[in-house]
């Protein structure tokens, strides 16, 4: 049972633009919720995360927004840049104690 | 610190062979993490230990898998009897276990093929 969805297998920005990456989770119980970011050959590297007690959480060009009552998470890349190009992932566990629930993935393509 | 170290990179192996791969995490984390990602996926949960006590395991993990932390330094994820399967991408991930946000620290994972 996939309790974290991530429904855009892929995603395609052009440099300079704002790339936006969904993401929607089943489970009311999850405390935290975590991006991954994923070049081929390497492991996923941690990106950015926010609590359930926010709403926004922004890191330098990343943001990401929480939307509780919609069970919805969004990561937004401003201004997007090739390098961004890689397999996103979205995470939720239900506190620090737990692993990690885990996104199919969305694979950003970010064209000069 | 090197970070989360995974040995073999990359292993070949006939259907019905045991595997063995090792997992060496960020020395000053004490929660090891394994999960198995296969093409198209995310990381599927394997199991879990704080220190060197096996706190979880899948459903994934069928009785053909074997995880050991037995210092609560190094782990190892045993494989017996592979099947095709089996073929996946096993990743290795360590945590400090404290409170906030479960930050999970990867390793490169370890291929497996099984033919």
């Known amino acids: 049972d996939q309790q974290v969805k991530q429904n855009s297998p892929s995603l395609s920005v052009q440099e300079g633009r704002i790339s936006i990456l969904n993401c929607d989770y089943t489970?009311?119980?999850?405390?935290?919720f975590l991006w991954y970011k994923k070049y081929p050959a390497e492991g996923p590297t941690f990106l950015i995360s926010i609590s359930s007690i926010k709403d926004k959480n922004e890191d330098g060009r990343f943001t990401v927004f929480l939307n509780k009552s919609a069970k919805h998470l969004s990561l937004h890349i401003v201004p997007s840049q090739p390098g961004d190009s890689a397999v996103y992932f979205c995470?939720?566990?239900?506190?620090?104690?737990?692993?990690?629930?885990f996104g199919k993935g969305t694979s950003l393509l970010v064209t000069p | 610190d090197t970070g989360v170290s995974q040995n073999p990179r990359h292993k070949i192996t006939k259907r019905g062979q045991n595997v063995t791969f090792r997992c060496d995490p960020i020395?000053?984390?004490?929660?090891l993490y394994w999960y198995r990602q296969t093409l198209g996926q995310g990381p599927e949960f394997l199991t879990y230990f704080q220190n060197e006590a096996q706190l979880e395991k899948s459903r994934l993990l069928s009785d053909r898998f074997s995880a050991e932390r037995p210092k609560g330094s190094f782990s190892t994820l045993e494989i017996q009897r592979t099947e095709q399967g089996d073929s996946a991408m096993y990743l290795c991930a360590s945590s400090p276990g404290q409170g906030g946000a479960n930050v999970l620290t990867f390793g490169a994972g370890s291929r497996l093929t099984v033919l």
């Open positions: 489970n009311s119980m999850f405390d935290y």
């Open positions: 020395s000053e984390h004490n929660r």
């Open positions: 995470a939720a566990s239900k506190d620090s104690g737990y692993a990690l629930n």
